[in-house]
C-alpha cells in the first residue's frame, strides 16, 4: 500500500509568483486536507477536499485554491506569492470527512519565496 | 472554536527517564485528540487518539495519553525515554463531525533525549 506523496519536496518562488503543490492521497482515501506549517509551529488547516469539492476551509485568503481529481489526487494552488507565504505545505489524507477518522500526512513540500 | 495550548516549547530529559509532554484544549463539543511526532524533514505520523473510547489510550512506542474533561487535558506520557525519542509533538483537536473534521495543532514540544 503506497502512502501519501508530495511533490515537488523543494521549491523557491520569488514574491508575486504563483505555485502548484501536488498530493497523491493514500488508496481508499476520498478525503484530502491541505496544511501550513511554518517555521516553529504547528501546522494550520487551509482547506478541504472531499469526493473533488472543497467541504471546509481555515483562515487563509483566496489566493489559496486547491483542486481534487477523480483519483482523489489534489493540487494546492498559491497565486501572488508572499515572503510569509514561506513554510512546509503538508498534505494528508483518510477515508471520509468525519475527525475520528485517522489522518495520514505525506513528507511536505518546502516552499521557499524570496 | 478549537484549540490547543502545549505547556513548554522545549523539553529536556534523559534517557530512561519519563516523559511528560503537556496539552490543554478547548472545544465547544465534545472533542477528537490526538497525537502525532514530526521527525526532521518529515511529516507528521499518528501516535495516538483519543476519540470518547476508554480515557486513558495507548499508542504507538510506549507512548500513553490520559483524557481529563475535568482538566481539559490529554497530557502524552511515557515511562522511559529512548534516545529515538528525540523529535517534535504536536497535540491536535477535531470537533468530531463539525468543520469539516478538521484538526486545529498546537505549536508543538521539542523533545530533547541525552545520554
Known amino acids: 500500500e503506497t502512502g501519501v506523496t508530495q511533490s515537488p519536496t523543494h521549491l523557491i518562488k520569488t514574491r508575486g509568483q504563483q505555485v502548484t503543490l501536488r498530493c497523491s492521497s493514500q488508496s481508499g482515501h476520498n478525503t484530502v486536507s491541505w496544511y501550513q506549517q511554518a517555521l516553529g509551529q504547528g501546522p494550520q488547516f487551509i482547506f478541504q477536499?472531499?469526493?473533488?469539492?472543497?467541504?471546509g476551509r481555515g483562515n487563509f485568503p483566496p489566493r489559496f485554491s486547491g483542486l481534487q481529481f477523480p483519483n482523489y489526487s489534489s493540487e494546492l494552488n498559491v497565486n501572488a506569492l508572499e515572503l510569509d507565504d514561506s513554510a512546509l505545505y503538508l498534505c494528508?489524507?483518510?477515508?471520509?470527512?468525519?475527525?475520528?477518522?485517522?489522518?495520514?500526512f505525506g513528507p511536505g513540500t518546502r516552499l521557499t519565496v524570496l | 472554536a478549537q484549540s490547543v495550548t502545549q505547556l513548554g516549547s522545549h523539553v529536556s530529559v534523559s534517557e530512561g527517564a519519563l516523559v511528560l509532554l503537556r496539552c490543554n484544549y478547548s472545544s465547544s463539543v465534545p472533542p477528537y485528540l490526538f497525537w502525532y511526532v514530526q521527525y526532521p524533514n518529515q511529516g507528521l505520523q499518528l501516535l495516538l487518539k483519543?476519540?470518547?473510547?476508554?480515557?486513558l489510550v495507548k499508542g504507538i512506542n510506549g507512548f500513553e495519553a490520559e483524557f481529563k474533561k475535568s482538566e481539559t487535558s490529554f497530557h502524552l506520557t511515557k515511562p522511559s525515554a529512548h534516545m529515538s525519542d528525540a523529535a517534535e509533538y504536536f497535540c491536535?483537536?477535531?470537533?468530531?463531525?463539525?468543520?469539516?473534521?478538521?484538526?486545529?495543532f498546537g505549536d508543538g514540544t521539542t523533545l530533547t533525549v541525552k545520554p
Open positions: 491536535a483537536v477535531s470537533e468530531g463531525d463539525t468543520n469539516a473534521g478538521k484538526s486545529t
Open positions: 483519543y476519540t470518547s473510547a476508554a480515557t
Open positions: 477536499y472531499y469526493r473533488e469539492e472543497e467541504n
Open positions: 494528508a489524507s483518510r477515508v471520509g470527512t468525519s475527525g475520528s477518522n485517522e489522518q495520514f
